[in-house]
């Protein structure tokens, strides 16, 4: 029997109007994510990534496409039916800064969706108790539960996050770039704490972040976006031992490698202009980038190529030796 996705986004598009014309920020993306694994999606400043997480969301409505949840296509629901769904599917924001309300304690905060859900039928003792059980799940200490947010550091700010995210027993939730504003130490407490809840919750993450060595740390598959578009989609081994576009083997050539036998180690530029996302031709979007372009990359790229164990590229010159 055929394993159904969790997550699945078909041709998905989501474009703003802007004054020359349409800003395509997320471009006919087709993606899937199965229980309990974790995709991580990468890609430059600007290429959609978080606009691809908070339109499967619903925070942003698609232009046109579908977003299944559970084989359910939830872009079809109305606002009593999404809220159903909103218990299911949560995020954790970026900045841990300016996502949480600094008026309100940490238990308040923490509290503040079961509150709006009615969860534990509204019983606010019952809540409350939650609310510890998951401070103490997260690593934040008791003593912290009247606190305000001003008083604390990033690391617990973004645990804060992260118990919120849990409150509704969510299985699904997009991780936004949830340790990109921490120092490195701090980074690492909060990547392990997001793998060993989804080990002990079953949970199942989209994780967006520029980092590719911690998006090959957390995540099983990998998908790379330029400009809208998901150019390459592995699992992680696969994605660093054979990648296909010449945009993600850009990438990977930029990682630091901590072994000075490497210190030689070529990193490839990417030159050239950026094509505007705005109103884009048909064709490849990294071909004024690409040393490899040539006059078939200007025609519409069609289906991405598939190579099996699911690994897709989308570039009309994947299966040559570039």
Request: charged share 25%; net charge positive.
């Amino acid at each position: 029997m055929e394993r159904i996705p969790l997550v699945e986004t078909r041709h998905l598009k989501k474009y703003f109007d802007v004054a020359a014309g349409k800003l395509h920020a997320v471009d006919d993306v087709s993606i899937q994510i199965y229980e309990g694994q974790t995709l991580g999606v990468v890609g430059e400043s600007g290429c959609g990534k978080s606009t691809l997480g908070r339109t499967i969301l619903r925070l942003l409505e698609a232009t046109d496409g579908e977003v299944l949840f559970e084989g359910q296509n939830i872009l079809k629901y109305n606002k009593a039916e999404m809220r159903g769904m909103r218990r299911k599917m949560q995020m954790i924001f970026q900045d841990p800064y300016s996502s949480i309300n600094p008026r309100l304690t940490v238990e308040d905060i923490i509290a503040e969706y079961m509150i709006v859900n009615k969860s534990f039928g509204g019983n606010r003792r019952e809540i409350y108790q939650r609310t510890a059980e998951l401070m103490d799940i997260v690593g934040l200490a008791k003593r912290l539960a009247r606190a305000y947010p001003h008083e604390l550091d990033g690391g617990r700010r973004q645990r804060i996050g992260i118990a919120r995210a849990l409150s509704l027993s969510p299985k699904f939730i997009v991780c936004d770039e949830p340790v990109s504003a921490l120092d490195v130490s701090i980074q690492a407490q909060i990547l392990n704490l997001l793998m060993d809840l989804q080990k002990e919750m079953g949970l199942t993450y989209m994780f967006i972040t520029h980092n590719l060595s911690v998006v090959k740390h957390i995540s099983t598959d990998i998908a790379v976006m330029y400009l809208g578009q998901c150019v390459e989609r592995a699992p992680y081994q696969e994605l660093f031992a054979n990648p296909r576009h010449p945009y993600t083997k850009k990438l990977l050539s930029a990682i630091p490698v901590p072994d000075l036998s490497m210190r030689n180690k070529q990193i490839q530029p990417i030159r050239g202009e950026v094509t505007s996302p705005i109103n884009p031709k048909p064709g490849c979007r990294f071909m004024s980038r690409c040393e490899f372009a040539c006059e078939k990359c200007a025609e519409p790229l069609g289906e991405p190529t598939d190579f099996g164990n699911h690994h897709t590229c989308l570039c009309v010159r994947c299966r040559e030796d570039l």
